[in-house]
């Protein structure tokens, strides 16, 4: 049986971290590369550049600025480096026994704005995901969402009541449109380290703890932002290539534990 896991946020989701750790295959896991669709054996670097039209774009180079951003729709992990998702799916294939399919669906730099409905981005996760699902062989028909994001709206000091509201809206227009069975939050560090995280970091608690179908992957990435080895040391407020593992391996303990449950029928 296979789960298809879609991963969704910005920078720290794509992976800016200062090196690559690890490029080993993952066993039983695999991504899809939507501008060639296809399945490859999953290992960092993860995920692809597209272009609004879904071909293929090009990496992101210091050089490029906003000019990257104003052409891509999604990207990959940031100068070839670590990113979370094969700790992740590591750690889920070997606790629940399922493979995985996994979707790249990050872009840096962006609101929680871009991936709604109405936004920029929404179409291609959603058709991205959809050929996914097409292409998986023995598919389980579950689909989870994992999320790291809210970064950029503490910057621009969005407040906790329309950051849950947005949320609140965005899974539930996935549910309807690719019928995810969670939508599992790495709840955000602190990036403007005042009160504007905290806004945030509210919403996303009380997502968590009001609505069914929100699961807290994990809530460490505040601990883990004082903790200097789990930090970039070249750009501030994203995770280092250890501190980026640390984070999938314990948000992908949280959902096998929930499959696992699921799949015995005690939740």
Known sequence: MTDVIIFSGQSNMEGQTEKLLDSSVVPHAYEYKYATDALVPLCDPFGENLLYDGTAGVAYEDYMGMTWHEKHALGGSAYGNTSLIPEFCRVYT??????????????????????????????IIVKKAKAAINKTKDFSGDVYIVWLQGESDAIISKDAETYFREIIQLAHAL???????????IRVGRFTNDERDDEIIKAQDRACETDGLFLMLTDEATRLNEMPEYMNPYVGGHFSAMGLSKLGHDAALTLSEYVKRKNTNDI
């Open 94 to 123: 070997k606790e629940t026994g399922r493979e995985v399919t996994a979707v790249g669906a990050a872009k840096g730099a962006e609101t929680i704005d871009y991936f709604m409905p109405a936004g920029k981005g929404y179409d």
């Open 175 to 185: 549910k309807s449109d690719l019928g995810i069975s969670r939508f599992g939050v």
